[in-house]
């Protein structure tokens, strides 16, 4: 089960940083879109730390 939830936070990460990715590329004009970055940001740090945690209980 551990390695199940490694991997479902592993594909979490990767989709945030392919959805800002996404966002980048349309542009960032408005002070809303640099909002919503910040909010990428802070998320894939909490998915990374979320997966960090996964696998070091794994060990």
């Known amino acids: 089960m551990?390695?199940?939830?490694?991997a479902f936070i592993a594909l979490l990460t990767i989709g945030l940083i392919?959805?800002?990715i996404i966002h980048i590329?349309?542009?960032l004009a408005g002070?809303?879109?640099k909002l919503i970055l910040g909010a990428y940001v802070?998320?894939?740090i909490w998915a990374l730390?979320?997966?960090y945690n996964a696998i070091k209980s794994l060990k």
């Open 2 to 6: 551990k390695i199940a939830y490694a």
């Open 31 to 33: 002070g809303n879109e």
């Open 42 to 44: 802070l998320m894939i």
């Open 49 to 51: 730390m979320k997966l």
């Open 25 to 27: 590329g349309k542009g």
């Open 18 to 20: 392919v959805f800002m």
